[in-house]
């Protein structure tokens, strides 16, 4: 049976990771390819690495370290950040990503998902929504610019249509749940689940073991993605595959 | 394990060097090529691939690429797409393939009563069993592998590993010098790790 997936985020600035509180305040934890390898020994399935300032600063570093990473790392990783273009894709192909993830620029051009996939696979894109729920109904808006900026899109419709373009896989951050440790949004990702054919990956909301149980039985997540919990020892990943294992859940 | 000459068959497909990557990290080095006299002299051949099977095998095909391999006689290595190649015929673009091996590959179709919420493609990590291959050794059997693919190849002959997801299914195959797995053994960790290690001692 196919395992539920971990995934560490390491959030990336300037070549080191760094974990948003709320995406706004940051703090500086260390260095990207060591702790990817920790990660990685210990057991993660997958990693993500998200390069949170390219948007607005240079991009070569981070390609080179998408490099190393790749270099140095034999678990499959996913990067993300800033990428806007074919040519931002291919750079990150070429250096050795084996998924790349796209948010913004997505929302903004989604013929953008139909390109990637094309031109790379659809194993090669994710992508990535960052969602707020509505204060009145049950749908979630879409935001872009790390949940600063709210668009007109709608998380089921949006997700559905990422699919249909092309992409591999969705990962559905909750803006609500995220940074604040109760959970992930289980309903909404259980619908997103049902509703698509493609993997959803939780992402917003871990702060203890149960709550990724949770997200994989009530949420029925493919895999789940967490950070903070993670980087601060809060949660080890061999002690919630042991967790999880107690829990009936299939994991590596 | 002596110092071999690998090769790496460089074609129109994605992320051929984290193979060489995962080779680097056991201490070996391959060459990157597409250049007949070198793939035909190597010890070892390595046919990875990420992409598309119609669009591929017409690149093969043209750049005589898929006589070449058909024609190898040390032992070669196909990976995902690369195993896909090397079945008679692909469902994806519906077309022939190189028959090395005697299986069509087909796409994945999802269970009427979908309960267990699978989806297509099978992508993350899944286990290997029934082992028949010297690629694979004792300590490998039920051992989890990484998978991205939407297209399988059923049990037959050649089948040198099980895995189960939506049916069983063949998840490496191999016959005579040719040997190849749909997961990829470049990503998968130690277990990953010894399967190359193994491919290379043959």
Redesign the interface.
């Known amino acids: 049976?196919?395992?539920k997936?971990i995934i560490p985020c390491l959030d990336i600035k300037d070549g080191m990771t760094v974990k948003g509180v709320k995406f706004v305040e940051l703090k500086t934890v260390g260095d990207p390819v060591e702790l990817a390898s920790a990660y990685?020994d210990q057991g993660a399935?997958e990693l993500v690495f998200l390069d949170i300032t390219a948007s607005h600063e240079g991009r070569k570093t981070f390609v080179e370290l998408v490099h190393r990473i790749?270099?140095?790392i034999?678990?499959?990783f996913t990067v993300g950040g800033g990428i806007s273009e074919l040519k931002d894709a291919e750079a990150l192909?070429?250096a050795?990503a084996?998924k790349i993830s796209i948010n913004s620029s997505a929302v903004r051009n989604p013929h953008l998902i139909d390109e990637m996939a094309k031109n790379?696979?659809?194993?090669?894109v994710v992508v990535a929504i960052d969602a707020k729920k509505e204060m009145d109904g049950n749908d979630w808006a879409v935001t872009v610019n790390g949940g600063r900026i709210f668009t007109e899109k709608r998380l089921f419709s949006w997700a559905k249509e990422a699919e249909e373009r092309g992409a591999?896989?969705i990962l559905f951050t909750s803006m609500d749940h995220d940074g604040v440790k109760q959970g992930f949004a289980n309903d909404a990702l259980a619908e997103l689940?049902?509703s698509?054919?493609?993997?959803i990956i939780a992402s917003g909301g871990a702060g203890n073991m149960a709550h990724f149980k949770d997200a994989f039985v009530l949420g029925?997540a493919?895999?789940a993605l967490a950070a903070s919990v993670f980087h601060y020892n809060e949660i080890s990943v061999p002690d919630l595959k042991h967790y999880l294992r107690s829990e009936g859940i299939v994991v590596? | 394990m002596a110092k071999q000459n690998i090769v790496i068959i460089k074609y129109n497909a994605g992320n051929i060097r984290s193979v060489n990557n995962a080779l680097l990290r056991v201490g070996y080095d391959a060459e990157i090529t597409a250049d007949p006299e070198k793939i035909r002299s190597a010890d070892k051949v390595i046919f990875p691939g990420v992409g598309e099977a119609s669009t591929t095998m017409r690149y093969l095909n043209d750049s005589g690429l898929a006589d070449i391999i058909v024609s190898l006689k040390q032992p070669v290595l196909g990976i995902c797409l690369g195993m896909q190649l090397m079945g008679s015929f692909s469902e994806e673009g519906g077309v022939k393939c190189l028959g090395v091996f005697n299986e069509e590959v087909r796409k994945f179709k999802l269970p009427d009563t979908n309960s267990d919420n699978l989806k297509i493609p099978h992508m993350g990590w899944n286990r290997i069993f029934d082992l028949k291959s010297d690629l694979f050794d004792a300590s490998l059997e039920g051992q989890y592998v990484y998978f991205v693919h939407s297209y399988y190849v059923a049990h037959g002959v050649d089948t040198a590993a099980t895995t189960d997801y939506i049916l069983n299914y063949s998840s490496a195959l191999q016959k005579d010098n040719f040997f190849a797995t749909q997961f990829h053994p470049e990503k998968s960790g130690p277990v990953g790790q010894r399967i190359l290690e193994n491919f290379l001692k043959l």
């Open positions: 049976m196919l395992a997936r990685a399935d790749a270099r140095h034999n678990i499959p192909l070429n050795g084996d790379f696979g659809s194993q090669f591999g896989e689940s049902q698509l054919s493609i993997p029925k493919d895999a590596r």
